[in-house]
């Protein structure tokens, strides 16, 4: 089963995703591969895998993701061969990824394997102050750039399985567990 959390830049869907892992027992991640570079605590292989522009070029020349997407001047990405290799583990993956790729996604996977997409809504207001506090140093035209995917990215719930609000750390992440669980015995019995 694949689980996949959107929601614009600073929703909370890393966080989630290890909240998720650390309390569930059969739920691993797929981290994307990503042209960006690493933020401060971030880790090779653990959030993403990090590689150039002219690396990630090569790749989408030789058919080597499911779907990928240039996302605030950086490309992301799902490896094939990652997301086949954790699927036939027969574990749960959870993915966090932005809204164009779970479209792509869908389209790829829903015939595959089960696929059950969430998206995380947080208010602008709550926005901005998320992405003040994470760290990033954003400048004043990237704070803004996140901010306005903000529509666009909610012009796109109806793809979605779940919309929860992430306005409570423990209670999204209840949420979530439940729902995992509760797909995770509808699958069973199909």
Request: glycine share 14%.
């Given at each position: 089963m694949l689980v996949i959390l959107s929601g614009v830049s600073g929703a909370g869907k890393d966080t989630i995703k290890k909240e998720l892992i650390k309390r569930?027992?059969?739920v691993i991640s797929l981290p994307s591969f990503t042209s960006r570079n690493p933020r401060?605590?971030?880790e090779e292989g653990v959030q993403y895998h990090f590689i150039t522009k002219e690396e990630f070029k090569e790749k989408i020349k030789?058919?080597?993701f499911y779907e990928y997407d240039i996302h605030h001047e950086n490309y992301y990405g799902t490896s094939r061969k990652l997301m086949n290799e954790k699927i036939q583990s027969g574990k749960i993956i959870v993915k966090d990824i932005e809204v164009n790729g779970t479209e792509n996604l869908i389209k790829t996977l829903k015939h595959e394997t089960k696929l059950v997409t969430?998206?995380?809504k947080v208010d602008?207001?709550?926005l901005k102050h998320r992405l003040i506090n994470r760290g990033d140093d954003l400048s004043e035209s990237e704070m803004e750039l996140r901010l306005s995917r903000l529509q666009y990215e909610e012009s796109k719930i109806p793809l979605y399985d779940y919309v929860i609000k992430n306005d409570e750390l423990e209670k999204t992440v209840q949420v979530i567990m439940t729902i995992?669980?509760?797909e995770v015995r509808?699958?069973?019995t199909i």
């Open positions: 569930m027992e059969n401060v605590g971030e030789n058919g080597e969430i998206f995380l602008k207001e709550e995992i669980e509760n509808l699958e069973g």
